[in-house]
């Protein structure tokens, strides 16, 4: 949580939940309220508030359904996508200073912790590069 908390801009400008939010949204086109809130594991009106949130601060856009005008679906914008990819990076360097520091064997016990953590909670294969080590 260190880690993740410190890898992030002023909480003036994102809070941690805002992030994940950005996190899901980067991994697909659009995404419903509905969807976000299921996947974050919040309630759907907690989701259309932080939607309301980021809105505000420009980093999704809410685009109407096509074939059903009630559906509101929300993407990110080109800011948000700079900051998940600033925040990433940064994420990824402090994480590979600090395996960096760990032995090497102590280095692939980690990793083999980590990727079945990973693969238990059913995350993709290219998110395991998350961890930004070189041995993933």
Same mark, same amino acid.
């Given at each position: 949580?260190?880690?993740?908390?410190?890898?992030?801009?002023?909480? !003036?400008?994102?809070?941690?939940?805002? #992030?994940?939010a950005l996190l899901v949204l980067a991994r697909e086109e659009s995404v419903t309220a509905g969807l976000l809130a299921a996947t974050l594991g919040i309630h759907q009106s907690? *989701?259309?508030?932080?939607?309301?949130?980021?809105?505000? @601060? @420009?980093?999704? @856009?809410?685009?109407?359904?096509?074939?059903?005008?009630? !559906?509101?679906?929300?993407?990110?914008?080109?800011?948000?996508?700079? %900051?998940?990819?600033?925040?990433?990076?940064?994420?990824?360097? =402090? %994480?590979?200073?600090?395996?960096?520091?760990?032995?090497?064997?102590?280095?692939?016990?980690?990793?083999?912790?980590?990727?079945? #953590?990973? =693969?238990?909670?059913? !995350?993709?294969?290219?998110?395991?590069?998350? #961890?930004?080590?070189? =041995? *993933?």
């Open positions: 949580m260190g880690v993740a908390a410190r890898s992030l801009p002023d909480p !003036e400008d994102v809070t941690l939940q805002q #992030f994940r907690s *989701a259309t508030r932080l939607c309301d949130r980021l809105a505000r @601060k @420009k980093l999704i @856009k809410r685009m109407t359904g096509i074939d059903d005008r009630r !559906e509101v679906a929300v993407s990110l914008t080109v800011a948000a996508r700079r %900051l998940v990819h600033r925040v990433s990076d940064r994420r990824r360097r =402090e %994480l590979r200073a600090i395996a960096a520091r760990m032995g090497a064997p102590a280095r692939e016990q980690a990793l083999a912790g980590l990727l079945a #953590f990973a =693969e238990a909670a059913g !995350e993709p294969a290219p998110a395991i590069d998350l #961890f930004g080590w070189p =041995e *993933a």
